[in-house]
T-cell receptor, first 112, second 112 residues
Framework: RKEVEQDPGPFNVPEGATVAFNCTYS??????FFWYRQDCRKEPKLLMS???SGNEDGRFTAQLNRASQYISLLIRDSKLSDSATYLC?????????????FGKGTRLSVIA | NAGVTQTPKFQVLKTGQSMTLQCAQD?????MSWYRQDPGMGLRLIHY???????DQGEVPNGYNVSRSTTEDFPLRLLSAAPSQTSVYFC???????????FGPGTRLTVT
């Protein structure tokens, strides 16, 4: 099983839609989880950290399910500017030589 | 603050040439890392450093060397470039793996 897995998409959604991505991770000892956003030919930037109790930032909600080892990202009222690739990132300090593991990303296209 | 800077932005090398990709940060971050990003592969960790004088290998270290003589700088050296090293290289810095990673704008390297 890969350390961090994401559906690559693309997810093509109309403006105003709600879209959700999931990301599964294999290391049950992982303690920190993040969602990053990467625009085409740009560097990744932090979208939000994922807390055990779940957290919300405007139209974005992140959830963590430790029992099933996945995190999710929900985007409400999608905007054209939300079109990007969303990377799931997991702290992997206690396994292997990769302290932070990045998923391959889920591509989102929001269509007018 | 300039954040994380990388030079050069673009580079073309011939097979067998060597070069150094520069990375610098002005945020006094202890943790720095180098990633390569290839289509369909996501971000893969090459080397990382938890502080000046300390470096460690990541997932794909072969063909690359690093050093960390100061907190600010973390150069990546390609010893003898190969076409398989054609990629986009990102440097990142942070207070640690539990914190936001700040990425540089990337270096697009082509090896012919």
């Amino acid at each position: 099983r890969k350390e961090v897995e994401q559906d690559p998409g693309p997810f093509n959604v109309p403006e105003g839609a709600t879209v959700a991505f999931n990301c599964t991770y294999s290391n049950s000892a992982s303690q920190s989880f993040f969602w990053y956003r990467q625009d085409c030919r740009k560097e990744p930037k932090l979208l939000m950290s994922v807390y055990s109790s779940g957290n919300e930032d405007g139209r974005f909600t992140a959830q963590l399910n430790r029992a099933s080892q996945y995190i999710s990202l929900l985007i409400r009222d999608s905007k054209l500017s939300d079109s990007a690739t969303y990377l799931c990132v997991v702290n992997n300090l206690w396994a292997g030589n990769t302290p932070l593991v990045f998923g391959k990303g889920t591509r989102l296209s929001v269509i007018a | 603050n300039a954040g994380v800077t990388q030079t050069p932005k673009f580079q073309v090398l011939k097979t067998g040439q060597s070069m150094t990709l520069q990375c610098a940060q002005d945020m006094n971050h202890e943790y720095m890392s180098w990633y390569r990003q290839d289509p369909g592969m996501g971000l893969r960790l090459i080397h990382y450093s938890v502080g000046a004088g300390i470096t460690d290998q990541g997932e794909v270290p072969n063909g690359y060397n690093v050093s960390r003589s100061t907190t600010e700088d973390f150069p990546l050296r390609l010893l003898s470039a190969a076409p398989s090293q054609t990629s986009v290289y990102f440097c990142a810095s942070s207070y640690g793996t539990d914190y936001e990673q700040y990425f540089g704008p990337g270096t697009r390297l082509t090896v012919t």
